[in-house]
C-alpha cells in the first residue's frame, strides 16, 4: 500500500469494512436494530411518565384525575348545555370512551411532532434509531390510556355490568396504538423539519375532535336529519371514528343499535396503512435529523 493509500480515510474505510454513522441503514436492518433498542424505549418511556407528575402534589394521580377532569368539562358544556347526552343511555361512559381515545391519538401526535426537536442534544450525541424516541412518547401516552381504560371499565362495570365483549377492547386498542405509531412517526419528521406543525396542530386535532362523534352518536344524528346512507358511510372512514365506534360496541350494549358501518374492517385497514406508512416515511429521513 502506498504511502497515500495508508493515510486516505476512504481507503482506511474500505479496508476494515467501516461506514459512515449517519448512512441511513436498509429497513430491514433498522428494524432490527430498532427493535434490539426496545429497552431503552421502555424505560426513557416509563422515565417521562415519571417526570411528568414528579412535580406535583398528588403526583402519579393525575392520570386519573386528568381525564376525568376533563370529561366533566366536556359533559357539562356538551352534555347539560348543548343537551347531547339526551336520548342516549349511558352518557358519562359514552362520552367517556370517546374522549379516552381521541386524546389517546391527539396527545401521541402533538407529543410526536416534539419528541425530535427536544431531544437534539441526544441525537447529536448518541448514534441509535432515531424512531426510539417518537416509539417511547407513543409508550407514555399507551400507559396513560391503559389508566383511563381501567377508570372506564370500572364505571361500565357499576352501571351497566359485566360482558364477555369487554375482551374486544384488547384487539381495538391494539389496532389504535398502531395507527398512532404510524401517526406519531409521520409528526416526528414533520415538526423536525416544519417547526410550525406545533401551532397548527392544536386547531387541527380540534376540528378533528369535533366531527368524530365524540359528544353524540353519528349514525343517530345523521338519521334525525335524513341523511343519506353513503354519508354515513363517508363519515365512517374517519380513523377516530372508527376507533371510538369499536371500543363503544364493546363496552356498551345500547351502542349496537347505533353503530358505524364496517368500522372493524376500517379500524385495521388505517392501522395497517398507517403504521407502514408511517415507518417508512420517518426512515427515509434517518440521515438528516439532528443536522442542524
Known amino acids: 500500500m502506498t504511502a497515500t493509500g495508508a493515510t486516505d480515510p476512504a481507503a482506511l474505510a474500505e479496508r476494515y469494512g467501516l461506514t459512515k454513522s449517519s448512512l441511513r441503514p436498509p429497513l430491514g436492518a433498522y428494524l432490527r436494530e430498532l427493535w434490539s433498542r426496545r429497552k431503552f424505549v421502555v424505560s426513557y418511556g416509563r422515565a417521562r411518565t415519571?417526570?411528568?407528575?414528579?412535580?406535583?402534589?398528588?403526583?402519579?394521580?393525575?392520570?386519573?384525575?386528568?381525564?376525568?377532569?376533563?370529561?366533566?368539562?366536556?359533559?357539562?358544556?356538551?352534555?347539560?348545555?348543548?343537551?347531547?347526552?339526551?336520548?342516549?343511555?349511558?352518557?358519562?361512559?359514552?362520552?367517556?370512551?370517546?374522549?379516552?381515545?381521541?386524546?389517546?391519538?391527539?396527545?401521541?401526535?402533538?407529543?410526536?411532532?416534539?419528541?425530535?426537536?427536544?431531544?437534539?442534544s441526544l441525537i447529536r450525541t448518541l448514534h441509535f434509531p432515531r424512531a426510539t424516541l417518537p416509539l417511547a412518547y407513543v409508550l407514555n401516552e399507551l400507559n396513560q390510556m391503559l389508566v383511563s381504560m381501567g377508570l372506564l371499565l370500572v364505571i361500565v362495570g357499576a352501571t351497566d355490568g359485566f360482558t364477555w365483549r369487554w375482551l374486544l377492547v384488547v384487539p381495538a386498542l391494539l389496532l389504535q396504538t398502531m395507527f398512532n405509531i404510524g401517526m406519531t412517526l409521520i409528526f416526528a419528521r414533520i415538526g423536525t423539519f416544519i417547526s410550525d406543525i406545533s401551532q397548527l396542530l392544536p386547531f387541527i386535532t380540534r376540528t378533528w375532535l369535533y366531527a368524530s362523534g365524540i359528544f353524540f352518536s353519528l349514525p343517530a344524528k345523521l338519521a334525525q336529519a335524513n341523511a343519506p346512507e353513503w354519508v354515513i358511510v363517508v363519515l365512517a372512514f374517519n380513523p377516530i371514528s372508527a376507533y371510538i365506534d369499536i371500543v363503544r360496541r364493546s363496552l356498551l350494549d345500547e351502542h349496537e343499535v347505533n353503530q358505524l358501518p364496517y368500522a372493524w374492517p376500517i379500524a385495521i385497514g388505517w392501522s395497517v396503512v398507517v403504521l407502514v406508512g408511517g415507518l417508512v416515511y420517518f426512515w427515509r429521513a434517518e440521515d438528516r435529523y439532528g443536522r442542524g
Not at 347526552?85 to 410526536?112: H, P, W
Open 50 to 120: 415519571y417526570a411528568m407528575y414528579a412535580g406535583a402534589r398528588l403526583g402519579s394521580l393525575w392520570q386519573v384525575l386528568t381525564p376525568l377532569l376533563n370529561a366533566s368539562v366536556y359533559y357539562l358544556a356538551f352534555g347539560v348545555l348543548l343537551g347531547t347526552k339526551n336520548g342516549i343511555d349511558n352518557y358519562v361512559a359514552f362520552l367517556l370512551s370517546g374522549i379516552f381515545v381521541f386524546t389517546y391519538t391527539q396527545r401521541c401526535m402533538t407529543e410526536g411532532s416534539r419528541s425530535l426537536a427536544l431531544n437534539l
